[in-house]
């Protein structure tokens, strides 16, 4: 089935939903124990083997779109530094001098050939290689090629940088992505215009992850932003592995209606959205207006999470005005984020620290939520012998 037949089923789905009072569901409500939000045993657990073992996104390509572009940053308090090296090929590193740990750029993005250690002055070309050790006479001998920056598996796939937190680790990202890189690729991300980021902070990386995942709450968590554009508890789930496609239906979807029905894959933020996610962490909402992509870090306690939003548009603002219009959108959709989902987050992982209940409950139409930790646990547990989770 083509990426438009794939979305004109979603469509269909969603005006068949809006008609008959239903939605996606799963055969049963699916109960988990609410110490998986609180434990830190647990926690470590996670980041042990979901994040520090699977690829996760670091990076737009358009953040870091020329020869010589740099992105340095941390990730869960790990150091990182990705390049793109004169060949156009993305590279990532610690972003740690191998003399004695000093830190090379600092967080930011910015474009150069080398880079020089706070400390010492140690050299390092963009592709990890020692170049000069300051002073190097009096120093002693050393072999420059056993001390290049030590590097972490990296690749670069429809406008999106992923990173494996374990040097030396295999990573196939492709075989990660499966079925949903057709899917991220016709998005075009590496021809969008990126227009800058936001920080906020939330609960533990499940509560915020969660709410990523369904449109269950729109109406009671965003009774006059969300919930204004588009309906409530209407939802159409494809799962390609752990990642998902979430379809849901805007309080326009007449335009669908109004048009021949095998032009409704064609019509995608015309009477009906899709959310991306990327197991285990990340969010894509893209209309033609602005495109969100959230990136949700673990940490650095397990009732915690750094969230970073990024903003891309589909052409560069021309004018004053379209930037502060740009401007007035990043806010708000911020705002919708921080000041709502993350909020409420924060209260739910203190009802659930309370030790008030001893499961958390996700319904037949949560089945993105059901998926998503039935893939925690088939990571957490790491049996070579279980089935992989499916919707």
């Not at 993305?90 to 474009?111: I, M, P, Q, S, Y």
């Not at 995942?213 to 390609?240: C, K, Q, W």
């Not at 990642?243 to 015309?270: S, V």
Request: hydrophobic fraction near 40%.
């Amino acid at each position: 089935m083509s990426l438009k037949q794939q979305y004109q089923a979603a469509a269909e789905a969603l005006v068949h939903y809006l008609e008959t009072n239903t939605t996606d569901q799963s055969a049963d409500v699916m109960a988990v124990p609410a110490t998986l939000y609180t434990d830190p045993a647990r926690w470590e657990r996670e980041m042990e083997m979901i994040f520090h073992r699977l690829p996760l996104l670091m990076a737009l390509s358009v953040e870091m779109p020329n020869p010589g572009d740099y992105k340095a940053m941390y990730a869960m308090g790990k150091p990182l530094l990705l390049t793109r090296t004169q060949d156009g090929t993305v590279k990532a590193f610690w972003n740690v001098c191998t003399h004695r740990g000093g830190r090379l750029a600092e967080d930011g993005r910015g474009n150069c050939k080398r880079f020089s250690c706070i400390y010492h002055g140690w050299t390092f070309s963009n592709d990890g290689r020692l170049l000069a050790i300051a002073d190097r006479a009096k120093f002693g001998d050393l072999d420059t090629a056993e001390l290049g920056l030590t590097e972490l598996p990296c690749a670069e796939r429809a406008g999106l940088i992923f990173v494996t937190l374990t040097p030396g680790l295999a990573t196939d990202i492709d075989a990660f992505l499966g079925g949903i890189l057709p899917d991220l690729e016709q998005c075009g991300l590496d021809k969008w215009h990126y227009v800058g980021s936001r920080e906020i902070f939330g609960a533990n990386w499940k509560v915020a992850y969660d709410g990523y995942l369904e449109g269950y709450h729109f109406a009671a968590a965003h009774p006059d932003t969300i919930n204004a554009r588009t309906f409530s508890n209407v939802m159409h789930f494809e799962a390609f592995g752990p990642h998902m496609r979430t379809a849901y239906a805007q309080r326009a979807i007449d335009q669908l209606k109004n048009a021949p029905k095998e032009k409704w894959g064609e019509m995608e933020n015309q009477g009906y959205d899709f959310v991306r996610t990327l197991f285990p962490n990340v969010s894509i909402f893209l209309a033609p207006e602005i495109g969100q992509i959230s990136q949700l870090f673990p940490g650095p306690t397990p009732d915690r999470n750094r969230t970073i939003l990024h903003f891309v548009t589909a052409r560069p603002p021309a004018t004053d005005e379209d930037r502060e219009t740009v401007e007035q959108m990043v806010n708000f959709l911020r705002n919708v984020v921080n000041d709502e989902d993350y909020a409420l987050g924060l209260k739910v992982q203190k009802g659930l620290e309370s030790g008030a209940i001893d499961k958390v409950l996700f319904g037949r139409n949560e089945r993105g939520n059901q998926l998503f930790h039935k893939y925690v646990d088939y990571y957490v547990n790491a049996d070579p012998t279980a089935p992989e989770p499916t919707l």
